[in-house]
């Protein structure tokens, strides 16, 4: 197929042509033309599947390539290449349009030091092809370059002897985040291991390792490096596969069909598509096809065959849930056998049962040997993660187990061979203390695992909220295929009492859809003709159809599960004390445990040998680096899943940390004090004009504003239903209004101080209305023609009915309020009046709400900002931490630190609340830590023998070691009944 356009006139949108890779059939070219067609200013958009590329009319060329990678396709400019476009357009001037700009892109690079390295750099990048603009900082350790390859120049920098990848740009998947699994990770030493190992690999800029779902989030430098460089810590490690889109489906038939039936599918689908791949996989059917499966079924229906479709993958969810519980039933196992071996040993020696070491060497060897093989099966994880260790000169909580009960068992067996080698140890040996610590370790894992997964039961509470299955309308019938085999433009029916399967645009019917997921809001609200509408929410009570718009990973759900679980990847400041602690923790020990050793054989006046024995594998064994490392990541990710669940999505644990300390809110005044749908409620005419007249012009210059008021006045203006006056040089004025040209007059539209500074003066019965509406809490609009004012609009936004409520709610929690808005002062006035706010700034710009944040932060507040539209991004910005309303714009979501789902202002105090109770949660749990280890060890070195008697057994210092997991574990799983109202 080829590109073909109709020859536009001299003012058609230029053309843009493209290399696409990873095209294969036509419904590659589907989904990328449908991708392409999604840019704004797009026209037409045709792929050529045999050449590989993609023609557009029209679009913004970056916007473009963006949206055909997002569709799964790696896209490139080939105007650069080509001076001309695929079709040259004649115009009016007989030139061809002109090509696109070259594309930009972002390199990091390492190990510069000084303005010569820069000076290096730069010449490197400039002699590759095609480079026609670089920068290079030597503080961001980036270069900006626009033109030539990406992986040439990529590749020019190492050369020069720089380590380089790219950030950002063409062809930039390498600086996506990417998952590694991690395998032999127990503690925060290993944690900070892994951390170090994956920030040295040339191009990383964040790494963040998850000791509970022992994995690791990482930006930037190639994942297999990055693998590499765990493995070679020790560590096992793998690259997470993110699912890739395949024209490849399971059908189950039932019953099994015989041969002859068999070839009759193959034929059937293969007339459709000779390329069509057909095998037998464990009484299953795969296909691979770019026939849409919806008809593959359909026209098997229609031939008597009985089949549905199956997923093609596993949820990894559920890979994750059944890798759990094996991993409980084989700690379990290994807790069972060495409980058994343990106590029956300790019970024979106590009762008396078993013979004096002296006078049966080989009893007691075969005891030992049956230790030996319980501490391989139930300790070997122990072991060799601890030899892995050592392979790297490293030790973390693997060495410390393994080094007490490998001491423990040792030291045993020379008292067998010689029971005069430690003068009383042959009448307590530690045989049953080798075993009975593995036992209480695998059964504190099963403890501590249990109360993990319970952990993540809110992230699967999300994932349970995806519909499996829709009903897709074809040409030929309807029928249910799952929810992963849709494609983009299907169309879908939905029936009352269903959840919405996924993200779509409704083409047919009217409902009502309960969004309660997603807002908290109950009411279920009407939904018609060309309303978006979410997967997960629930349809209540009509039939609908919609037209699918997003898939898998871009849908809203989809979205939300991902923005909670980075936010459990990343670490608050107050976790990275733990971090500092964990890197020497286990050393320190070991320090502790010779040291320990060393006193009771130099100052003991008894049995030196046995008690410096015992001392130094007691303070090895009690001593837990892992409830170190779990107090912060657990408190984490129970508390953003809590918060996810009351619709509050938080980005990144700094903003939890920063929300929890805020002494001050700055509110936006429309669309989040108010309800941000305000309403024309009166028109003041001129002397001389008409109302329709005033609605008229007013709405002719709103038509091309995206301000709120603007939808107003359009509304106000349909009742009369005539067209509205073109007008030409449009200009919209931040906080003052807009401006336009019609027939060389100019008019204007916006508050009292635009008309004034453009040198109008206001009649003075309409100053006097405006300020009596004001106070009100009406919003005055001038209408103005060159010099003559033509009339007055009054437009009002209800407040909200929660958000006095919600305003008094902060001011209890000690936070001060604080309205920002740029409506005339007797307005905002009244709105903070009647929702209880003291203070408030108005008639302001939105440059002016960075000052009022600035001008709090540098009396020592910490400041929160609520907003909801693209001009109050920047104060988003500024402040130390952003609430973005999430019926607000994606530029005011993409800079928040936290969004909310709903629109109640009530959700900002929830929170605070949340994450003022995460906070407290994880100091609990690092109190908790530090305290055990400040008591327990002392106290399992002997300390206190000499006051109180007190020298801790080895088992018993293991069991504590358990607990205090179990008891961090237990106690962040508490806030899963936080509730915040």
Same mark, same amino acid.
């Given at each position: 197929m080829t590109a073909s356009f109709p020859a536009p006139d001299p003012n058609s949108p230029p053309v843009h042509r493209f290399t696409v890779g990873d095209m294969t059939c036509e419904h590659c070219q589907g989904r990328v033309e449908a991708a392409a067609r999604t840019v704004a200013g797009v026209a037409a958009a045709t792929v050529d599947l045999k050449a590989g590329t993609l023609t557009v009319q029209g679009g913004e060329p970056q916007a473009i390539i963006r949206a055909v990678a997002e569709a799964g396709y790696p896209a490139a400019s080939a105007d650069d290449a080509d001076a001309s476009p695929a079709?040259?357009?004649?115009?009016?001037?007989?030139?061809?349009?002109?090509?696109?700009?070259?594309?930009?892109?972002?390199?990091?690079?390492?190990?510069?030091?000084?303005?010569?390295?820069?000076?290096?750099?730069?010449?490197?990048?400039?002699?590759?092809?095609? +480079?026609?603009?670089?920068?290079?900082?030597?503080?961001?350790?980036?270069?900006?370059?626009?033109?030539?390859?990406?992986?040439?120049?990529?590749?020019?920098?190492?050369?020069?002897?720089?380590?380089?990848?790219?950030?950002?740009?063409?062809?930039?998947?390498?600086?996506?985040?990417?998952?590694?699994?991690? &395998?032999?990770?127990?503690?925060?030493?290993?944690?900070?291991?892994?951390?170090?190992?994956?920030?040295?690999?040339?191009?990383?800029?964040?790494?963040?390792?998850? &000791?509970?779902?022992?994995?690791?989030?990482?930006?930037?430098?190639?994942?297999?490096?990055? +693998? =590499?460089?765990?493995?070679?810590?020790?560590?096992?490690?793998?690259l997470r596969q993110r699912p890739i889109p395949a024209d490849s489906y399971l059908l189950l038939l039932d019953p099994w069909p015989e041969a002859a039936d068999l070839e009759q599918i193959r034929d059937i689908i293969q007339a459709q598509d000779p390329a069509a791949d057909i095998a037998i996989d464990n009484k299953r059917l795969r296909i691979a096809t770019d026939q849409h499966p919806a008809d593959v079924l359909l026209r098997l229906a229609d031939l008597g065959f009985q089949a549905e479709l199956a997923e093609s993958f596993t949820d990894p969810g559920l890979q994750q849930a059944e890798a759990t519980r094996l991993e409980i039933r084989r700690a379990w196992w290994r807790a069972f056998w060495a409980g058994l071996i343990g106590i029956a040993i300790m019970a024979g020696h106590m009762t008396g049962w078993f013979p004096h070491p002296q006078h049966n060497r080989l009893f007691w060897a075969g005891a030992a040997l049956a230790c030996l093989v319980t501490m391989i099966y139930s300790g070997r994880n122990y072991f060799v993660g601890a030899w892995k260790q050592a392979r790297h000169g490293a030790a973390n909580m693997d060495t410390l187990v393994a080094l007490g009960t490998g001491a423990a068992w040792l030291s045993s067996l020379v008292v067998?061979?010689?029971?005069?080698?430690?003068?009383?140890?042959?009448?307590?040996?530690?045989?049953?203390?080798?075993?009975?610590?593995?036992?209480?370790?695998?059964?504190?894992?099963?403890?501590?695992?249990?109360?993990?997964?319970?952990?993540?039961?809110?992230?699967?509470?999300?994932?349970? &909220?995806?519909?499996?299955?829709?009903?897709?309308?074809?040409?030929?019938? =309807?029928?249910?295929?799952?929810?992963?085999?849709?494609?983009?433009?299907?169309?879908?029916?939905?029936?009352?009492?269903?959840?919405?399967?996924?993200?779509?645009?409704?083409?047919?019917?009217?409902?009502?859809?309960?969004?309660?997921?997603?807002?908290?809001?109950?009411?279920?609200?009407?939904?018609?003709?060309?309303?978006?509408?979410?997967?997960?929410?629930?349809?209540?009570?009509?039939?609908?159809?919609?037209?699918?718009?997003?898939?898998?990973?871009?849908?809203?759900?989809?979205?939300i599960i991902r923005m909670v679980k980075t936010a459990q990847m990343s670490k608050p400041p107050i976790g990275r004390l733990a971090d500092r602690i964990a890197g020497v923790f286990v050393p320190v020990v070991i320090a502790i445990s010779l040291l320990s050793f060393a006193a009771w054989l130099g100052f003991a006046t008894e049995l030196r040998l046995a008690h410096a024995l015992t001392a130094a594998i007691a303070v090895l064994v009690i001593a837990c680096p892992c409830a170190l490392g779990l107090a912060?990541?657990?408190?984490?990710?129970?508390?953003?899943?809590?918060?996810? =669940?009351?619709?509050?999505?938080?980005?990144?644990?700094?903003? &939890?940390?920063?929300?929890?300390?805020?002494?001050?809110?700055?509110?936006?005044?429309?669309?989040?004090?108010?309800?941000?749908?305000?309403?024309?409620?009166?028109?003041?005419?001129?002397?001389?004009?008409?109302?329709?007249? +005033?609605?008229?012009?007013?709405?002719?210059?709103?038509?091309?504003?995206?301000?709120?008021?603007?939808?107003?006045?359009?509304?106000?203006?349909?009742?009369?239903?005539?067209?509205?006056?073109?007008?030409?040089?449009?200009?919209?004025?931040?906080?003052?209004?807009?401006?336009?040209?019609?027939?060389?007059?100019?008019?204007?539209?916006?508050?009292?101080?635009?008309?004034?500074?453009?040198?109008?003066?206001?009649?003075?019965?309409l100053s006097a209305e405006a300020d009596r509406q004001a106070a009100q809490g009406g919003t005055p609009v001038w209408l103005a023609r060159s010099l003559e004012v033509m009339g007055l609009l009054i437009l009002k936004d209800p407040v909200r009915q929660d958000s006095a409520a919600a305003v008094k709610r902060l001011q209890h929690m000690g936070i001060a309020v604080v309205m920002c808005s740029g409506d005339a002062r007797a307005t905002a006035e009244a709105v903070a009046r009647e929702v209880g706010i003291g203070e408030a700034h108005s008639e302001i710009l939105p440059e002016q709400k960075l000052e009022v944040i600035r001008n709090l932060q540098l009396q020592g507040a910490k400041v929160g900002m609520v907003g909801d539209g693209v001009n109050d991004a920047p104060a988003l910005a500024q402040a130390d931490t952003g609430f973005a309303i999430g019926s607000g714009t994606d530029v005011a979501i993409e800079h928040a630190d936290i969004t909310l789902t709903g629109d109640s202002l009530l959700l900002v105090a929830d929170a605070i609340a949340i994450s003022a109770a995460t906070i407290r949660n994880i100091k609990q749990n690092l109190f908790g830590a530090f305290i055990y280890n400040v008591i327990g060890i002392p106290l399992a070195a002997g300390l206190f023998y000499p006051f109180t008697g007190w020298l801790l057994e080895p088992m018993y210092a293991s069991a504590a070691m358990a607990l205090s997991s179990v008891t961090v574990v237990t106690n962040a799983n508490r806030l899963r009944f936080f509730h915040p109202r």
């Open positions: 079709c040259p357009l004649p115009s009016a001037t007989g030139t061809t349009p002109a090509v696109a700009a070259p594309a930009a892109y972002t390199l990091r690079v390492d190990d510069m030091h000084c303005a010569s390295c820069v000076g290096r750099v730069e010449a490197a990048i400039r002699a590759v092809d095609g +480079v026609r603009a670089v920068a290079v900082n030597l503080v961001d350790k980036s270069a900006a370059v626009e033109g030539g390859d990406p992986d040439t120049v990529v590749r020019e920098v190492i050369g020069a002897g720089y380590g380089a990848s790219l950030l950002d740009g063409p062809g930039s998947a390498v600086a996506e985040d990417y998952g590694i699994d991690i &395998l032999g990770m127990h503690c925060a030493s290993c944690v900070q291991r892994v951390e170090t190992a994956l920030r040295a690999v040339p191009g990383v800029t964040e790494a963040a390792v998850n &000791l509970i779902e022992k994995k690791a989030l990482v930006r930037g430098g190639s994942p297999a490096v990055a +693998v =590499q460089a765990i493995l070679d810590q020790g560590y096992g490690a793998s067998i061979i010689d029971p005069h080698f430690i003068p009383g140890a042959g009448d307590n040996l530690y045989l049953d203390a080798s075993v009975m610590i593995l036992a209480f370790l695998q059964l504190g894992h099963v403890l501590e695992t249990r109360a993990k997964r319970t952990t993540s039961e809110a992230i699967g509470a999300l994932v349970g &909220l995806r519909a499996r299955t829709a009903t897709v309308l074809r040409a030929a019938g =309807q029928v249910k295929i799952p929810v992963s085999l849709l494609r983009l433009g299907d169309r879908v029916r939905v029936k009352p009492g269903e959840k919405v399967p996924i993200d779509g645009e409704i083409v047919e019917g009217r409902t009502t859809i309960d969004e309660s997921m997603l807002t908290g809001e109950p009411l279920a609200v009407a939904r018609d003709v060309g309303d978006p509408v979410t997967g997960g929410t629930m349809n209540r009570s009509g039939a609908f159809v919609l037209k699918v718009s997003r898939l898998g990973e871009d849908t809203t759900l989809a979205r912060t990541p657990i408190a984490i990710m129970v508390g953003t899943s809590r918060a996810a =669940q009351c619709n509050v999505l938080i980005r990144n644990s700094d903003a &939890l940390q920063t929300a929890a300390t805020l002494t001050h809110v700055v509110v936006d005044k429309t669309g989040t004090l108010t309800e941000g749908r305000p309403t024309v409620t009166g028109v003041f005419p001129a002397t001389g004009g008409n109302r329709r007249e +005033v609605l008229r012009w007013a709405a002719s210059l709103e038509g091309g504003s995206e301000h709120p008021l603007a939808e107003a006045v359009l509304n106000a203006y349909l009742e009369y239903g005539e067209a509205l006056v073109r007008l030409d040089d449009f200009a919209a004025i931040p906080g003052r209004g807009v401006r336009a040209e019609h027939d060389g007059t100019t008019y204007l539209l916006g508050n009292h101080h635009f008309l004034i500074e453009e040198g109008l003066e206001l009649p003075a019965a």
